[in-house]
């Protein structure tokens, strides 16, 4: 199973008015972010603009990076459980 059909059936409960960024944009830069040592939102969004090149060959990023404010906002939506 790859990381997008694992993460594609989560539920983004945002308005449709305000979906800037796509969630699994969010939630690949937040686990790669993680995994590469970042250890807050503010590093995941350094992360981010430091490896949007690298980033963009997996997902779109068609609105680019997230401030670390919206990153927290969107993955603090997500239920723990699914």
């Known amino acids: 199973m790859s990381f997008i059909d694992h993460f594609e059936t989560l539920e983004d409960t945002r308005s449709h008015i305000n979906k800037k960024h796509e969630l699994l944009d969010v939630i690949f830069l937040t686990v790669v ?3 590469s040592g970042a250890e807050g939102w503010k590093d ?9 090149d690298w980033l963009r060959k997996f997902r779109r990023f068609e609105n680019g990076i997230p401030v670390d ?3 927290a906002r969107i993955i ?3 239920e723990p459980t699914a």
Do not use: E, H, V, Y
């Not at 995941?44 to 949007?52: E, P, T, Y």
């Open 33 to 35: 972010a993680i995994l």
């Open 44 to 52: 995941i969004k350094q992360f981010g603009d430091n490896k949007i």
């Open 76 to 78: 603090s939506t997500l």
């Open 69 to 71: 404010d919206t990153i």
